[in-house]
Nanobody
């Protein structure tokens, strides 16, 4: 059974940092693209950052470039999203998603599997 489990969310002041983790199981980790997506109330789900586990290539939304870093810990089948200099507009539910062999990320409808999401709140 494919599982993606997010952890590390919470409340942080603007300018602060959070580190999200996505623990993956039930599939061949190296065959996947893993992405972090977020959804704020009343808004569409958007891709934040993506990584190819196979070759380590990454993609970032313009809104987070220079502030967020996505990385994979292949030994532990985990993908990390380090978020620095957080802004109130970064708040929302953050989801980890995976796609086998594909390159849909950051296109949300193309992802095969999703975690349940975790809440990030940024106070101003």
């Amino acid at each position: 059974e494919v599982q993606l489990v997010e952890s590390g969310g919470g409340l942080v002041q603007a300018g602060g940092s959070l580190r999200l983790s996505c623990a993956a199981s039930g599939f061949t980790f190296e065959d996947y693209h893993i992405g972090w997506f977020r959804q704020a109330p009343g808004k569409e789900r958007e891709g934040v950052a993506c990584i190819s586990i196979f070759d380590g290539s990454t993609h970032y939304a313009d809104s987070v470039k220079g502030r967020f870093t996505i990385a994979s810990d292949n030994a532990n089948h985990t993908v990390i999203l380090q978020m620095n200099a957080l802004k109130p507009e970064d708040a929302g539910v953050y989801y980890c998603a995976g796609e086998e062999y594909g390159a849909s990320c950051p296109y949300a409808p193309g992802m095969d599997y999703w975690g349940k999401g975790i809440l990030v709140t940024v106070s101003s």
